[in-house]
């Protein structure tokens, strides 16, 4: 009865549920749409060695220019993308994209390497690996400019991903655990995984200043991390504070909106060169 004063054919749309259902499938069927007229694009935020404060490598983070939402965050569309078959396009175009920068920044005589987030998924579908090598290949990168970073899950505890990350490992591109501490299992990971470096995870870093139980998790991490030789970045470091703790307890690089927000490639090469000046001649 209340359905119908809403008029007739729109009786499916009452329960929430299907409402967000509905929603899903319109925003799978854009993104679609982006993928193929180029609405998909990458920013790039900085991470900086604590040691002498150079930006040793980049973050490539995916942004949607939707064309009547504007700029839309991943948290919007990559649970969509995943539910609808859509990551594996939206990560290959993630992947393109970064490697082509990461060349164009070497040119430049900046050697970052650059950080790709990759989701299970991603890592397990066929042809994940050769299209790695694929773009390393076209744009004449080493494989250890390339870093990609997993969130440890259940997802990682497939045959599939672990076979994936071993080939990039032994290709030599670099694998590091994303949000290190909020997983399930992050221990376990460290020691099933190939991993090289280790993402300490924001709520840690942020909690540091006012917890002792969050500093000590960082300084176990740390300590952890350099025991089995693995690199540390200290995400989210909004402060100086921050920042000096990272490098205290002796985290290799930090990122966090202290030194830079995620910005397009254009705004990364001038943040790069008003860092670190090209030598002339
Ligand atoms: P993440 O990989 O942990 O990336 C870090 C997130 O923290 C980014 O959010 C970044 O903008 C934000 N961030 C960096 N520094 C600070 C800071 O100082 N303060 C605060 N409050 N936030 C900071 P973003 O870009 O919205 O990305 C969210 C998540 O989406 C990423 O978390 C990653 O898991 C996922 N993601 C982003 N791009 C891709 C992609 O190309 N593929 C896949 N599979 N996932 C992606
Ligand atoms: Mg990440
Ligand atoms: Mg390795
Ligand atoms: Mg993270």
């Known amino acids: 009865y209340a359905a119908k004063r809403h008029g007739k054919g729109r009786v499916h749309r009452f329960t929430p549920d299907l409402l967000a259902a509905d929603d899903d ?16 694009e990458v920013l790039y935020q900085p991470i900086v060695a604590t040691a002498d404060g150079r930006c040793t490598a980049v973050e490539a983070l995916v ?15 990559l649970g969509v993308a995943e539910a609808r078959g859509l990551i594996v396009p939206v990560g290959a175009h ?15 005589g900046h050697p970052v390497a650059v950080h790709v987030n990759a989701s ?8 994940a690996v050769a299209d790695v090598i694929r773009n390393l290949v076209e744009h004449g990168l080493a ?22 990350l071993q080939e990039l490992d032994a290709l030599g591109v670099r694998i590091a655990i ?15 995984l190939p991993v090289d470096v280790v993402k300490i995870d924001k709520s840690f870093v942020t909690g540091a200043a006012t917890s002792v139980a969050d500093e000590a998790v960082v300084y176990a991490i740390v300590e952890m991390a350099h025991r089995l030789g693995l690199e540390t970045v200290a995400e989210g ?25 995620p ?12 860092r670190s000046p090209v030598p002339v001649g």
């Open 143 to 164: 494989a250890d400019r390339l870093v990609i970073e997993v969130t440890e899950s259940s997802a990682l505890d497939t045959p599939a991903v672990r076979a994936a």
């Open 120 to 127: 299970a998924a991603q890592l397990s579908a066929p042809g």
């Open 178 to 192: 994303d949000d290190f501490g909020t997983g399930y299992a992050a221990l376990t990971a460290l020691r099933e």
């Open 63 to 77: 942004r949607w220019r939707h064309p009547e939402r504007g700029l839309l965050s991943p948290a919007t569309f």
């Open 263 to 274: 910005m397009t490639a254009a705004d990364l090469t001038a943040w790069l060169a008003a």
């Open 237 to 261: 470091v909004e402060t100086p504070e921050q920042e000096h703790f990272a490098g205290a307890v002796g985290a290799t690089s930090v990122q966090g909106y202290l030194h830079g927000r």
């Open 25 to 40: 499938a319109t925003l799978a069927a854009e993104l679609r749409v982006a993928l193929a007229e180029g609405q998909l």
């Open 94 to 108: 993630v992947l393109a994209r970064a490697c082509t920068d990461v060349a164009s920044w070497y040119d430049a």
